[in-house]
């Protein structure tokens, strides 16, 4: 599992640890750390690190330093290495002294920076630390722009990326590569800070930290949670999961949705809807009962709003007065945005909200003052984390935000990111698989919490297969991602050939969380 925690929380053990150590252990640790990074880094473009052209940009504290110890440690290896001073009054005065020592170069001139910057085999970007919040200031602003031809590492974060949250608040630097000291970064796991951070990697240095504010399950966690029938299991042992999907105009989403429900580990999956013939002849194993929610007998959950057009209303209000957990998604959620958070006053189950972006906005609307605006999408997709938060903590329900990271909080304040995926999910009706896939798990006895985390892992994972791209984790989320400058690779899927690969990934994770793989 990688595990983020907020930059107070990591000053805070740091200080603990930096008491108990001599003095500038602990950054030499993480350089150390970073220059073995670079080495490898170099050696793999180069064949060696000797003669390598080397720039380290170096801003003010603590991270400049870092990135002076490392780029002289580069230096003593035969690598050719000069550092641009952007805040050359607050240079940190050792690691600089550091660098002269191993005959590296300093520059003060923007101009011969560039210059520099553009040649190099490889930058370390330490401008701004973990504590940095906006943008690039504008002496720091060419380098984000320049082109360039080696490979950039970004020390615990890229510039202008905010840690915390992930939020890109200006200009900042583009990353291939960054190494992250002790812990990773919040602002590392989610857009549109993990599309600046590359690849990346984890230097330890003995830090001991707390609970983590945001997790991202990898194969070990998600295998042990997978449900799994035993000698004794029945379809109805296993949990049944009701799915109120589909109408007249948008018949398929019944379909897509009840296919990505019977990959989910449910015993069975009884349907209610105008879509029932279709759905019968598609899926001759669904349990099919006439009427709405209130009348289709005993399930464990229920899965509402999918392509449910005029009909969701009324699905809603039969769902939420049941006993069970209910997942709301698409046209249930609109209904729920006119209803409010107040919709969800007296349940004792839980509820699980599977909003993109667009539909977030209804629901904050809907949870704010009569007749406010919807927030625009596009700042809430900017401030993912915030956004899942606050929706959480608005309507008292477990969220799963839709997105190029999907980010699932819970109101207990529990925080996952998903680090599966590929742009290609981004296809009509793929949403609607992932809802019946989460409603399944929920079926099958799966906490809120962990059903949105596992199926949004998975589905990540078989929209990967279903385009033709290598499995694995973290495509694009903490890890190096292969959708690289030349456009997305791999092909257009189809939902259904989503949900027609779950079961193969689901194999798949089963496997390597037996042989003890934790999907790095």
């Known amino acids: 599992m990688r595990r983020a925690h907020r930059v107070e929380q990591v000053r ?48 003010g504290g603590d991270n400049g330093g870092d990135a002076l110890y490392a780029g002289a440690a580069l230096a003593r290896r035969g690598a050719r290495v000069t550092a641009v001073l952007l805040a050359p009054e607050r240079a ?40 940095g919040r906006g943008g690039l200031r504008p002496e720091a602003e060419p380098y984000a722009r320049a082109a360039r031809r080696g490979v950039v590492v970004a020390v615990d974060v890229p510039s202008g990326v905010d840690a915390d949250t992930g939020e890109v608040a200006g200009v900042a630097l583009r990353a291939d590569v960054t190494v992250c000291f002790g812990t990773h970064k919040p602002g590392l796991l989610i857009d549109p800070g993990a599309s600046y951070a590359g690849a990346v990697q984890l230097v330890e ?42 109408s007249a105009t948008y018949p398929g989403a019944a379909l897509l949705a009840v296919a990505g429900a019977l990959r989910g580990g449910a015993g069975a999956v009884r349907y209610v809807g105008t879509a029932a013939e279709e759905v019968v002849r598609r899926f001759p194993e669904v349990l099919v009962t006439e009427g709405g929610p209130a009348g289709a007998g005993r399930v464990q959950a229920w899965v509402v709003g999918p392509g449910g057009g005029d009909g969701a209303r009324q699905a809603l209000g039969e769902a939420l007065a049941s006993d069970v957990p209910v997942l709301v998604d698409a046209d249930g959620l609109t209904e729920l945005g006119r209803l ?31 007749g406010t605006a919807p927030p625009p999408a596009d700042d809430l997709a900017a401030a993912r984390l915030t956004t899942a938060r606050r929706l959480a903590a608005a309507y008292r329900a477990t969220v799963l935000l839709k997105g190029s990271t999907t980010v699932i909080a819970d109101p207990g304040g529990a925080v ?36 949105a985390s596992v199926a949004a892992y998975l589905h990540g994972l078989a929209g990967r297969r279903a385009a033709g791209l290598a499995g694995g984790v973290g495509a694009g989320v903490g890890a190096a991602s292969d959708e690289g400058a030349l456009g997305v690779p791999g092909a257009p899927v189809t939902a259904l050939q989503v949900a027609g690969a779950l079961s193969a990934v689901w194999r798949d994770v089963r496997g390597a969380g037996s042989a003890g793989a934790g999907g790095e």
């Open 340 to 370: 409010g958070p107040q919709a969800l006053t007296g349940r004792t189950a839980p509820t699980l909200l599977t909003p993109h972006t667009g539909e977030a906005a209804r629901l904050l609307a809907g949870a704010g003052a009569a």
């Open 416 to 451: 996952r990111v998903n680090p599966t995926g590929t742009p290609w999910l981004a296809t009509a009706g793929s949403g609607d698989v992932l809802a019946g896939l989460a409603g399944s798990l929920l079926a099958a006895g799966l906490s809120t919490l962990d059903a």
């Open 92 to 131: 940190h005065v050792d690691g600089l002294a550091a660098l002269r020592a191993a005959r590296g170069l300093v520059v003060l001139e923007q101009e011969v920076g560039l210059a520099d910057f553009s040649r190099a085999d490889l930058v370390l970007d330490g401008i701004v630390g973990i504590g």
């Open 205 to 246: 240095i003995g830090l001991e930290l707390p609970t983590a504010d945001v997790e991202a399950l990898q194969h070990a966690e998600v295998a042990a949670l997978l449900p799994v029938p035993g000698a004794e299991s029945d379809k109805y042992r296993r949990g049944v999961v009701g799915v109120a999907a589909g």
């Open 12 to 59: 805070a053990v740091e200080a603990e640890l930096m008491a108990r150590l001599p003095e500038g252990t602990l950054m030499q640790r993480a350089a150390a750390g970073l220059a073995a990074t670079c080495a490898r880094l170099l050696t793999r473009r180069r064949g060696r690190v000797y003669g390598s052209r080397v720039v380290v940009l170096a801003g």
